[in-house]
């Protein structure tokens, strides 16, 4: 089959899938304004005939086939690094595809249990490969009273779960939450939740079924309105992208489409291989915002005339220590990377843990200190209708009026993107993703206690403190 077009793969989101927002059914997303902005996005990643992104976002498989590389196995530091020049250029919905990295992980272990899983992973995966097509990372149940395990619910399909078993397949019914991009995929890849015990075997279930199955619902919902302009909306107006609240009512999963159905031991592998994948993208995108954020505070200090001023200096550097402590985790994390039984590379775990959870547990303290450094014109600037207008827009060339060398029309962009990703709809979107993308703070804690040298560390601490050990 090949790389898609642009053209076909807007024409592949017209198969019948079943899409609701704000209560209205969209026979044909391609064809609602709400979705003109992220098909835009999603349509980005097939730029195959831009020579400069060609190199970047296709690569020659094992058989000699062009394909995405966000479907390029590492197996060297050369090939992690290029995954990551990847996702610094690729939209989030071919970021999410990269559960199929997620999925080859936890082959090895898999396989040990149930040999035909191991092999319904890698045929999927050659088949998304070979069609050239996008999956999204369903992962998050809706899980009820969080004091309860999930048989323990009130509703016993509050956890995504297996219904019935029969020779076709397996019947699964529950919802899942939060699913970035959701309408915009081909494929669904399912995966539990959370470690489960064998009392929830029937929750341990991981899958893939296309996006247009019968008895699979997604309402959506986006931080963007429809139409928004380039100018008082620098990111939210090409960067909007729908979270999908996905309904599984009774859809049948074909047996050569499951990859766990009960064998509730390996559940919180899956989990945990999808988390590390999700936090590595979620971490290249932090660089590059807190790479932002220091010139957005550089910008708006020297605007003001304060850029040498010793409170304006002191809260850049802060943003320079966040932004290069993120960076340095990220590069550290690929440089010493780890490698499955089956010679798979993926990031140093405990590199990427620990990066994730300075990020998420320092970005709104940043954000505070470039709102503190920016003023109140963050929220009260006015809009571009104004500036252009014959009758106000003199007035705000008066008194928007800083230092001699200040434009002002760069200044209210420098404003409008300060307030677009930091205070507005787009702004309290990544206020909570910040936290809870790829699992919340205690998921990063939990994956450093598990990925750490405790035993090299007690060692060390009993050596100096003269306690002899065995």
């Known amino acids: 089959m090949g790389l898609k077009t642009k053209a076909q793969y807007v024409e592949s989101l017209r198969d019948g899938r079943e899409n609701f927002w704000n209560g209205e059914r969209m026979d044909d997303i391609t064809a609602h304004p709400r979705f003109r902005v992220p098909i835009e996005v999603a349509s980005s990643d097939y730029d195959y005939d831009n020579p400069e992104r060609r190199d970047i976002i296709a690569y020659k498989t094992e058989e000699g086939d062009l394909a995405h590389r966000v479907y390029q196995l590492p197996r060297s530091e050369e090939d992690l690094q290029k995954r990551m020049e990847l996702l610094r250029n690729m939209s989030i919905v071919g970021g999410v595809t990269g559960v199929f990295m997620a999925l080859l992980q936890v082959v090895d272990p898999l396989r040990k249990i149930n040999p035909q899983y191991a092999d319904n992973i890698e045929r999927m995966y050659k088949y998304a490969r070979k069609h050239d097509l996008r999956a999204a990372e369903v992962i998050t149940d809706a ?114 489409r499951v990859f766990l159905a009960g064998e509730w031991q390996l559940s919180g592998a899956f989990a945990g291989s999808l988390g590390l994948w999700e936090r590595t993208a979620g971490l290249v995108d932090a660089v590059e915002s807190a790479a932002t954020m220091v010139g957005l505070a550089q910008l708006v200090s020297e605007q003001q005339g304060k850029g040498k001023k010793p409170d304006a200096q002191n809260g850049v550097a802060e943003l320079i220590c966040y932004a290069e402590m993120l960076r340095m985790g990220l590069e550290h994390s690929v440089r010493n990377f780890e490698m499955t039984p089956s010679g798979m590379v993926h990031p140093n775990i405990l590199a990427v843990n620990v990066a994730k959870y300075q990020y998420a547990n320092n970005f709104h303290s940043m954000v505070k200190i470039l709102h503190d450094l920016a003023g109140g014109l963050t929220l009260t600037m006015p809009e571009e209708g104004d500036l252009r207008s014959n009758e106000v827009g003199p007035y705000l060339r008066k008194y928007l009026h800083a230092t001699k060398d200040t434009d002002i029309e760069t200044r209210m962009r420098v404003y409008n993107l300060i307030r677009d990703i930091s205070a507005d709809s787009f702004g309290g979107w990544k206020q909570v993703v910040a936290l809870q993308a790829g699992g919340g703070l205690p998921a990063q804690r939990v994956m450093m206690h598990r990925s750490y040298d405790m035993n090299a560390a007690r060692a060390k601490a009993l050596k100096l403190a003269g306690v002899k050990t065995a």
């Open 143 to 256: 899980k009820g009273d969080r004091s309860r395990k999930a048989h323990e619910q009130d509703d016993p399909d509050l956890y995504l779960r297996i219904v019935e078993r029969n020779k076709d397949g397996i019947v699964v019914r529950g919802a899942k939450l939060h699913i970035s991009a959701a309408a915009l995929v081909h494929e669904l890849v399912v995966m539990p939740t959370k470690a489960m015990n064998e009392d929830e075997k029937d929750y341990a279930v991981a899958f893939s079924i296309p996006t247009n199955a019968k008895g699979v619902k997604i309402i959506n919902r986006s931080f963007a309105a429809p139409d928004l302009n380039e100018f008082d909306y620098p990111a939210s107006s090409h960067h909007s992208m729908p979270e999908g609240f996905v309904v599984f009512d009774d859809v049948l999963v074909p047996w050569d």
